[in-house]
């Protein structure tokens, strides 16, 4: 669930995230986990704060936000299904559950439905590869899918 | 007596129903009064039994499955408590064929004890390792892992004493230990299944690594995709440490050694060594130019050790009965076991430790009992995505590193993906050209701006425009690929595709559509 908070707001959980955890050694990907567990994504407003707090430059933090698959800039919608795209899952059908996937949802990977419920994309690998093929809805794992799991997992998620 | 009945809490028994079968259990056993408790164990291995329940006997473990929260009521009035005979009845866990047959050394202990329970790992013969670590020299513990013939089993085979002595002889104020358990190849799960299944023998391994180098502070980077690693590892952490395994003194010993948890964020190349450690240090997860190799500048430029989850969980054993018990099994120079991670279309998914040297024909017929489909098998990729596709004419090849490498593949993770003959290899070849295209850190050209080429090369090829040349553009384009990238991500992704066009031709020659002339 993705709460839009004010913009003071964000800013000021960001600095009380920063100021928990900028201890650690090399801390921004764990400041930016806890971001993005907190507001769902890692709001624009976010990257001025860390950046001061961490001394290093805008482009910097931005620059990590965006390499990483995980890191999102925008809000996703109330559930993400992740759907795992890689060799094992291929090899039983991965392909064709994707498709059907998309059909039953009605949108492509990367992209929400209308009405927010879903969002859904592509994941390389759950390590479930014995018993593909196999997803992830709000961080559960699914394996050994099949069409009609799929779209109890599709209904359950367009809910 | 108390019975006790196993089910597991690997992610794989979790993703087939495990935690509706404990929830059935438990309030089955509350419904019935019954005098029995359950242990959430991490998985035997056996994953199309998953999940497979257990029960503890006077004559031994007996396992059921696979087992589905609608089976519990049945399995009860069979008497299951008691080993009853019921149509989900395997027999004695200890006696299915699948686990008789392997040499377990590394994961002895997966999904027979309690993961998070330090006095069922000592009773299982956990920390014999370290206590013999605390009474040696640096030196020697080094010599011992040397000796073992242990060579790093995320992929590239290092042998670890060497990386261990390298870091040992680095003078540095700091040195640090960090656990590459980022693992993103499709078909493998071993540190996955240890991390859940036995999280301790990960934290002794690493706890023998810092005494053996003087490093005092250890990291363990590990996926976001892997969520209930990630609780296992954490939990398992604030055990050792409250029980002394961890902290200013380790087992009592002038050692200190702590460790902590960190998680990436869904990029492939940060199972890359020098990769991980910038997504480590909270950078952009480059990949860095060698030298300085990490044991001389790695984590903040200090010497570091940097071992996949394996490797690690393979040194306590060798502590513990010693280099030569380690080394007498293997062949060539690939000493030891290794656990086998059998994936995709395969009738008998699972893990498999053992000795190296059955041949690929072995695992993949004998062992893994063929397709899941029922066709015939097509290829076997080995090593995940970078490694190579090989035919039924390659299925004597042996399990071994130099004997795949003469084949033109790798054993990588030893993780392999068997394919039925729905398979097309131009579109696995395609495919790993995207994922290369995907995941690059960009930081050199062979391998983000080849990859994108490559789709493009093996997109004319499925369109039939202009073949033959295009066959032998992709190849060349590998040729650069291969030699002109810095890490093994753009220098291995020809792998796949290489190995598909030789052993598969006729996937790559389709007939000629007559629109492909736009």
Known sequence: MNILLPRADVTERTLAIVGELKGLEGPLLPILHEIQDEFGYVPQESLPVIARELNLSRAEVYGVVTFYHDFREHPAGRHVLKLCRAEACQSMGGDRLAERAKALLGIDFHETTPDGAVTLEPVYCLGLCSCSPSAMLDGEVHARLDDAELEALVAEARR | ??????????????????????????????????????????????????????????????????????????????????????????????????????????????????????????AHGGLRGLKKAVSLAPAAIVAEVTESGLRGRGGAGFPTGIKWKTVLETQGSQKYIVCNADEGDSGTFADRMIMEGDPFVLIEGMAIAGIATGATKGYVYTRSEYPHAIAAVSAAIEVARAAGVLGSSVLGSAHAFDMEVRTGAGAYVCGEETSLLNSLEGKRGLVRAKPPLPAHKGLFDRPTVINNVISLASVPVILDKGAAYYRDFGMGRS????????????????????????????????????????????????????????????????????????????????????????????????????????????????????????????????????????????????????????????????????????????????????????
């Open chain 2, 1 to 122: 007596m108390t019975v006790k009945i196993y089910i597991p809490r690997d992610a794989a028994a979790i993703a087939l129903g495990a935690e509706k079968v404990a929830a059935a259990m438990a309030e089955a056993i509350a419904v019935r009064g019954l005098d029995a408790m359950i242990v959430r164990n991490g998985s035997r291995g056996m994953h199309w039994l998953e999940p497979l329940v257990e029960v503890e006997t006077a004559e031994g473990r007996v396992a059921y499955g696979p087992v589905k929260a609608r089976d519990v009521a049945s399995l009860l009035d069979a008497g299951f408590t008691s080993g009853g005979a019921h149509p989900l009845c395997l027999g004695k866990t200890e006696e299915l064929p699948f686990l008789r047959n392997q040499t377990r050394l590394t994961f002895a202990r997966c999904g027979v004890i309690d993961p998070l329970s330090l006095d069922d790992y000592r």
């Open chain 2, 335 to 518: 000493r030891g076991t290794i656990p086998i991670q059998i994936a995709g279309n395969v009738k008998h998914a699972g893990l498999y430790e053992t000795a190296f040297g059955l041949t690929l024909g072995q695992i993949v017929d004998e062992i893994g009992g063929g397709t899941a489909s029922g066709r015939p098998v097509k290829a076997v990729q080995v090593g995940g995505p970078l490694g190579a596709y090989f035919p039924r004419a390659l299925f004597d090849t042996p399990f071994d590193y130099e004997a795949f490498a003469a084949k033109d593949g790798l054993i990588g993770h030893a993780g392999i993906v068997v394919f039925d003959d729905t398979a097309d290899m131009l579109k696995q070849a395609r495919f790993a050209m995207e994922f290369c295209a995907i995941e690059s850190c960009g930081k050199c050209t062979p391998c983000r701006i080849g990859s994108t080429r490559g789709v493009e090369v093996a997109d004319k090829i499925a369109a039939g425009i202009e073949p033959e040349k295009n066959r032998e553009l992709l190849a060349d384009l590998c040729n650069t690929m291969k030699f002109g990238s810095l890490c093994a991500l753009g220098g291995f992704t020809p792998y796949p595709v290489v190995s598909a066009m030789t052993h598969f031709p006729e996937d790559f020659s389709p007939a000629p559509v007559a629109e492909a002339a736009e």
